[in-house]
Structure formats: structure tokens, C-alpha cells
């Protein structure tokens, strides 16, 4: 079945220390994006990437990267995590920015 | 300002007790507005996309209509596994992306 796949689904990392999240799609979609969903909240959008175009959103904070270095695959670099970055990170695609976006199940993020 | 308000936030119901979600939207050209599920600890899972105004979508138990301001999430006969949050969105031209509303935090009871 085609879908979008997220690893690791649960990551641990201590404060401060770098960390890496992925995704990878076998939808063959054009957009990719990231999303941030805290406990009862909406999703946040964070960027996404038309094919190669990266497009940031303009609240997302500088200590937020992403790489996408072919259409299947895209990844969340967190320089330094903070304390207030533990949340749940949503990876989603579209085929073109106007249709239905398919998530991810997610990489619930712990920060110590 | 592009906007998504989903009411109630949270509704329990009996297993077969119908009823319906609401969600508000105001935005510059509707592009298109989407309905999900979501289960604790998941990502969301698509269920329908509305165009125009008079549109509806089913999927068994579950029906969204559309009109210019609102659309409405019809659960017919719930059963405890419709238990979920629902969330609405629209895409907005302006800002180019989704719009999410806080989502509908339903509770089905056998």
C-alpha cells in the first residue's frame, strides 16, 4: 500500500543534543511537509517543499531545518532542542499544494 | 483573516445516538475543505474533501455537506471505534497552506 512512513516513532533526546527526524512517502507526491502538533492542539504547519522549492513558515523558529534530498524522502534536523519542543512531529504529502494532504503516524519527541 | 472554528469541542454520545459536528470557516476563496480523524498518539487520516457549496461525501457511517460557511460532519449510528478527534480544515489561497480548526473530541459509549 502506498503511504507515508515516519521513523523513528518515538525519539528521546537530551537537551541541547541535535536530533533527526524522518520521512519517506511511496506516493510519489510533490509536497512534502513538516508539521509540529502539541496535546490538544491543531497541527502547526513548520515548511514544506514543493519538489525542491523549500518554503518556511515564517514563525518557525531558526533551531528548525529540513533537508529533502530526493522526492521520497524528507528530514527534520532540530539543532538544539529545548524543553518546549517536545511534541508530536507530523510528516504529510500532497500531490500539489491545493489537494488532501496524507499524514504520517507521527514521531512523538521526549526532551530531557 | 482565514479561519476555522469547530464546535462542540468535545461530545459524547451513546452507541447509536446520531448527531452532528460543526465547523465555521471564513476564508478568501474556498479552495477546498477537509475533514480527518484522528486517533490518540496518530497522525491524521483523510476522509473527505468538499469543493462547492451543496456538496456531500459519505463513507459508512459518516456524511460532510458543505455550504458557503460551514460544513457539517453527520455520524449516523456511532459505534465507540468512531471514537476520535475529528478535525476540519480549509485551504487558504492567502496563505497558501491549511487551516486547521482545534478539532471535535468525540466519545462514543457502548
Known amino acids: 500500500d502506498a503511504m507515508v512512513i515516519q521513523n523513528p516513532r518515538y525519539q528521546v533526546t537530551q537537551f541541547g543534543k541535535p536530533v533527526t527526524l524522518s520521512c519517506s512517502q511511496t506516493l510519489n507526491h510533490n509536497v512534502m511537509y513538516w508539521y509540529q502538533q502539541k496535546s490538544s492542539q491543531a497541527p502547526k504547519l513548520l515548511f514544506h517543499?514543493?519538489?525542491?522549492?523549500?518554503?518556511n513558515e515564517a514563525d518557525t523558529p531558526d533551531n528548525f531545518q529540513s533537508r529533502r534530498p530526493n522526492t521520497s524522502f524528507c528530514f527534520l534536523d532540530i539543532r538544539s532542542p529545548g524543553l518546549g519542543d517536545a511534541a508530536m512531529y507530523l510528516c504529510?504529502?500532497?500531490?500539489?499544494?491545493?489537494?488532501?494532504?496524507?499524514f504520517g503516524p507521527g514521531t512523538r519527541l521526549t526532551v530531557t | 483573516e482565514d479561519q476555522v472554528t469547530q464546535s462542540p469541542e468535545a461530545l459524547r454520545l451513546q452507541e447509536g445516538e446520531s448527531s452532528s459536528l460543526n465547523c465555521s470557516y471564513t476564508v478568501s476563496g474556498l479552495r477546498g475543505l477537509f475533514w480527518y480523524r484522528q486517533d490518540p498518539g496518530k497522525g491524521p487520516e483523510f476522509l473527505f474533501t468538499l469543493y462547492s457549496a451543496g456538496e456531500e461525501k459519505e463513507k459508512e457511517r459518516l456524511k460532510a455537506t458543505l455550504t458557503k460557511k460551514e460544513s457539517f460532519l453527520h455520524i449516523t449510528a456511532p459505534k465507540p471505534e468512531d471514537s476520535a478527534t475529528y478535525l476540519c480544515?480549509?485551504?487558504?489561497?492567502?496563505?497558501?497552506?491549511?487551516?486547521f480548526g482545534q478539532g471535535t473530541t468525540l466519545q462514543v459509549k457502548p
Open positions: 517543499y514543493y519538489d525542491k522549492d523549500f518554503n
Open positions: 504529510a504529502t500532497s500531490r500539489v499544494r491545493a489537494l488532501e494532504q496524507y
Open positions: 480544515a480549509v485551504q487558504s489561497p492567502k496563505k497558501g497552506k491549511l487551516i
